[in-house]
């Protein structure tokens, strides 16, 4: 504890709260201090995120792999920054992939009214919190998207798998119409209708209009 206690008296949070203010808060959980040993799962996928995680030392990986144990999209995140930041006060704040620690790994687990405001009196951290939410939209947008290694069916998989996190149900509801879909995942419709068939016929989806009721198993 006292290893953390000194992390965290170094840390961030001392450009805004004094060490006495930081020790009452943690005395009354509104910050909390973990640890968390090498290739230990600090995140299960579909666990909400009800607080601001910060690594103090250390690093955390979110990897998701696709059906034939490829990984089709993996993020790294380093010191001083949030674990999922643009779940941070959205609505539906439910991870996707699990996260593991890379290395053995110190967290500063916030109260999101603390975190909200360090980030809107310090626009060091505000623009630290943008650049990792647009960070990370991209790269998952390059690996979903834009990766032409990726089969039709492996886009479909993963986006059908994200949506059924974010609206936890087997049967989704498509937020637009198909041809959205196909311009959205950068493939032409006529094959994206094509591979919906297929899936049909694999058993793998069932499809009801815009409802999607999804037969297979989760891919984290």
């Known amino acids: 504890m006292n290893e953390l206690l000194s992390l965290v ?3 961030f949070l001392t450009t805004f709260l004094t060490q006495e203010e930081i020790h009452r808060a943690i005395k009354s959980n509104l910050i909390q201090l973990k640890i968390f040993n090498r290739n230990t799962r600090m995140f299960h996928a579909e ?3 009800e607080h601001a995680t910060f690594i103090l030392e250390g690093q955390a990986e979110a990897t998701l792999h696709n059906i034939n144990g490829d ?15 643009n779940l941070l006060f959205g609505p539906n704040p439910i991870i996707s992939v699990p ?29 630290q919190f ?3 939410i647009n960070t990370q939209y991209s790269m998952l947008n390059r690996h979903l998207f834009l990766d032409h290694s990726l089969s039709i069916r492996e886009k479909l998989f993963f986006y059908f798998d994200k949506e059924r996190i974010e609206q936890q149900n087997d049967c ?6 198909k041809k959205d879909l196909a311009n959205k995942l950068m493939i032409q419709r006529s094959s994206l209708h094509r591979e919906l068939k297929n899936m049909v016929e694999d058993k793998l989806i069932t499809v009801i209009g815009k409802e999607i009721i999804l037969h297979f198993e989760p891919l984290h």
């Open 9 to 11: 008296e170094k840390s």
């Open 99 to 127: 996260i593991y620690a890379s290395k053995k790994t110190y967290l500063a687990v916030v109260d999101k009214a603390i975190a909200f405001q360090f980030i809107i009196h310090h626009p060091k951290a505000c623009e």
């Open 130 to 132: 943008l650049t990792q």
């Open 47 to 49: 666990e909400s995120l």
């Open 172 to 177: 989704i509801l498509l937020p637009f119409t």
């Open 71 to 85: 990984v089709l999209y993996q993020h790294f995140y380093l010191k001083n920054e949030i674990i999922e930041p």
